[in-house]
Structures are given as structure tokens and as C-alpha cells.
């Protein structure tokens, strides 16, 4: 690859010139841009990104740092962050920490402020701590679909109100006829999805239902199917399942399977996220939408308005930490849903 | 952050001689050479890894072109290169290029050689034209997944048996008494399918089957669902169907279950890859397992000696071009096909 020497001597000017012009800067003649420009053509000239980068004390790239990228919710956010992030000219990383703080230590230490010129962290298990830590050394961090806007983690975010919709899957079952339903969590108890299930709680509370019986799993069809099976098999006559996330809820549907039961004549169940399987299973997902196109976008400006700031470089207060809340979650009315009708097994 | 210059200004040294230590380079003493990793650890420094490519002359990424990410395919393979990249320390730039050309070309354009110093083409719906181009600016490309062994590219590439993972997939239907099949190909006629269905066709011919009704559809699992519709209306008494890929093998269940069939007793379906749906689906589905994990592994040491050799920047004859061919795909046999029985409809 030619270098910006190479167009300078080939034009009959400085390199400083040839930068200029290429960024528009300075004041250079029509005559001198021209042959610049002809030089560039000539010899392939493209201007060399890092070099740039580091010249102006910026690196081109946006991070993502995603906790699984084999789940297919990270793919749909990351393509949605990737649309945002090319409308500024920006490059997405996807760092994939495979729910490792290790290794999300390990991409936030060689790559922000070093590739990366702004990091965006969604549930990618990362300790807290880590992300401070990259933000003081002067790389703006910001946090996609945190799960609790009446509680901001102390961190730039976009968040998503998930409790409203878990009461929203447990409202529309409840509305249904639904009583006695089974709850997949697919994280810890005291772990990320534990909102949503706050928010379902709230609304079989607010309904006067009796306690339902609830299952942790991993986040992942798997796991959803496990927990299924053990739900169904604890409680026979559970006529629904709520889960707090899409791959849970197609599991439930696998076990419904399995053990020969009718979605949703004999199971109703339902999820929360919308990722595109969910509309394309059969029978097609009911579940709480999130806005993942909207968060990303969010998260994006957010992002660029950090780095076009200096945030957390000069000192400041924590009561200025930005928090943008997305709209609110929304229930999608699929099959998977309908009303309980008794059976005997 | 902290930059070389002040590390050396802590250590009293010079710049230069803070960069051989941290790259291990030169002859620096030992006492010398402590005082540097002092200074290191006590204002925090790390290497800029832009700054250090930029020194070397090299950049330290490797792009991945897929051409949808949202195909979940792509981040099983994705997070497989991600894994054999990780062993020589190079993180990975998944670039979407959304099966357009356009913008696969500028992503060419604005990060082979700047920052990525080799790029990895996954079916990524690129003009081999432009990785040419991008080829002889000196950053070296390897076409992954390259679906004809016998006939190589012109590039180097990692190719994969594709025709006798259709042959394997016509062959089991063909064992299991199935003899009016319906072909299902992801893509044109002149497409990157076209090898597989080529294939089965072989195997149908060999076994003097009739010849088979084949429809060509988007590689998603709507397309399948619709191709599979039209297949089924055109011929009721098609006992199985064949998909070039997975995502349209499910659609076609899909097809199945809306039209009141049971898979595999009225159809049975199998498909090529053996993505991680596949194994998740219900039934679980048939289908001729793609050696992802060894072909990531391939492609991403293949690129690392095309970059340590500098390939590409010296002259160099055609018959040189490299091609790994990976393992023979291998049938899995699963729940969605089985022996044809006859159904009236």
C-alpha cells in the first residue's frame, strides 16, 4: 500500500499538504488539491484509518461486548448497533466474552481507547468495577438494556423498563384465565432477569393468584426445556409457563412437546424479548417485545455524544451520569397463548 | 492513558528503550529493565495496540465478511474463528455486509490492511474481483467454506465437500425407501447451493430414482416454509424433501406442521450444516454435519501464514494459491426423517 510519503513525492508537495487535504484542513490552493487528489487516484492512496486514529488521539471503532454471541438475541442487537454505528462512520467489534469476566477484562484492557474509542456493553457478565475502570482510564462505557431505570448502575445506560414486562406476560395470561402457572427465570435469583420476574410477581399479586411455582435455568432453549419438565412434573395441572426471556420459552414448547401436550390447548406459554425465532416457531411465540432496534439506536448516540464530550475524562459528578430510558416493552398476542381448558393425564 | 514518553520519563529512560522491553526486543539490562515494568505498572500504562500495529507495519485484527449475521450459521462460525484467533492473539472484526456487495466492498476498502491485516470471506456475497483487489494490495484473504474442492477459486480458501454432503442427504432418503422427493436449494440455480443440490441429484440418478421437483428459495427459514408449500401443493404425494441448509429444512417442517403432516410418518426432511437449531428443533432435525469448528480453525491458521509470509506482496504464480479442504461432512440422523408410509390426503 502506498504511503502518505509516496502521494506527497508524487504530487511535488509536503506530506503535511496531503493531509490536509485529505481532511480538509488548512488552507491549500484548487491547483495543489487537484494534483493531491490526482496523486491519491494514481497511486491507490486509501488513508490509513489507525494512522489517523492515532493522529487525532481517536481510534475508528465502536466496541460491543456481547455475553454469547451463539444467542441469537446478541446477532439481532448486534446488527442493529452495527446500522447505528455506520450511520457516523463508525466499526463494530463484537467481543464476545462467552459470560467470562476474564475475558471481558481482557478485550476491555487491549481494546478500549486502544481499537476502540467507545465501548457498549450488553449483560456481558462484566464486573462493574472493570467498567469503571475502563471509563476512568477515559473510554466512554454505556450499558444497552439495563434492566432497572428506577435504579441506574452508577454507569452511563440505556434502559429498558423489564419489570413492566413481566407484568405484562403475567397480566395477559392472568386475563386468559390462567392460575396455576409455572415461571422459568434464566438467570440466578438475584441475577439479570430478576426484574422481569419482580414485575410478573407484582401482577399475579395485584390479581390475588396464589404463589406460582418458579424454576432458575439457563438461558438458553435448554435450559428453558429442562425447567420445564421439572415444572411440569412438581405440577401436572400448570396450564401456563412464563419465561423471562425468548430461548426459555421455546424450550417449555419443546417439553410441551415431548411429553404430548398441546401448545396451547394444554400449555400456554409465553416469553419476553421477540427475537426472531419467536415468530417463527410453530406454534409462533406470544412474548413481551423490547425495542431492541430503538435501545440500540439509543445506545449509539449516547455513545458518540460520550466520546464526542471527553466524558469521564475531566472530573465530574455522579449525578450527571446519563440513563436513556426506551420505550416501553410491549406484548405481541401470538399462538403459543389461549385459554386454559382442563385435562386429565 | 498514559503514554510510552511518560513511562520513560518515570523510569528515566528513553521511549525507545521502554518499547524494547515491552516487546522484548534489544539488549536492555536488568536493572533497567525492572525500572521500565515499575513505571509500566505505576501509571498504568498500556501498549496502544493501534500505535504498536501502526510501528510493525501490521494492524491487529482479522475481519470476518459474513452476509447475515443474523443467520444464525454466522455466529456459530463467527464465535469458532473468534476461538482460533484468540490463540495468536488477534481479535476478530465480524463485518455484516448484509449480502450486498456494495458494502462489502467498502468494508474492503476502509479496513483490509488498516485495521485488519487479513480478512476471512464467509459466502459473503462479495465480487471475487474485489478480494482480488484487496489481495494484491497486500492483505491476504481466505475464502472459508469454498463449496467445490475440485474446481478452487483462484483464492486462497478452505474448501468443504458440499456436492457429497448433498450426495449423503440424497442417499438416506434413498435407503429409507423414500422415492418421490422434493428439492428445496437456497439459493439461484447458478448459486452457492448449487454444488450440494448437485449432489443429490447424483445420488437420485445413481439409484435411478425419478427425477425429483426442485424449488429455489431465499436461505432462510421462511423461504423454505414458502418453498416447501408450493412443492407440497404441486405434488401431495412427495414422501420427503431435501434442503441445501438447514434454516430451509426447518422451514419446511414448518410447512409440514401448518398443512397437518407429521414428520417424519407422513414427511421426512433433512438438511446440510448441522447448526445448533437442528439439534434444538422439534423433531430434531436430519442432516449432513459441516466440519465448523475444523474449518474456523483452518482458515484462521491458513491466513496467519499467508500474513507472517507476506502472500500476496511478492509476485507470485497462480499455482501457488493455497486450498485446505476440510474432513468429509458426515449424516446425522435424527428424528425428522424416517421410512415413507403411505397417507392419503
Redesign the interface.
Known sequence: ?PTLTEVARHAGVTPATVSNVLRNRGRVGETTRQRVLEAVDAL?Y?P????R??AEGR???LALMVSS??N?F???F??AV?RAARTSGH??????TNEDPVTGRA?L???A???SEGVLVTNANLELADLHMTES??TPVVLCMWERPNEPPGLPCVAVDFRLAGELAGEHLLELGHRRIGAIVGSKASGIHAARYEGFVDALRAAGAPKNRVKHAADT??GGYNAARALLEADPKLTAIFATNDLPA?GA??AA??LGLNVPADLSVVGITDI??AR?S?PALTTVAVPTVEVAGLAVSLLRELIESSYGQAGRSKAKVPMRVSSAPKLMVRASTGTPRLRSR
Do not use: S
Not at 490509513?48 to 494512522?51: F, G, K, S
Not at 466499526?91 to 464476545?96: K, P, R
Open positions: 500500500m491507490g486509501r490509513h484509518l489507525a494512522a486514529a492515532l481510534a475508528p471503532t454471541i451463539a441469537p446478541y446477532p439481532e448486534a446488527l452495527e466499526f463494530v467489534i463484537i467481543c464476545n478485550y484492557d487491549q481494546i481507547g486502544t481499537l482510564r477515559g432453549i435448554q421455546l414448547m419443546h412437546a415431548d426472531q425465532l417463527e410453530r
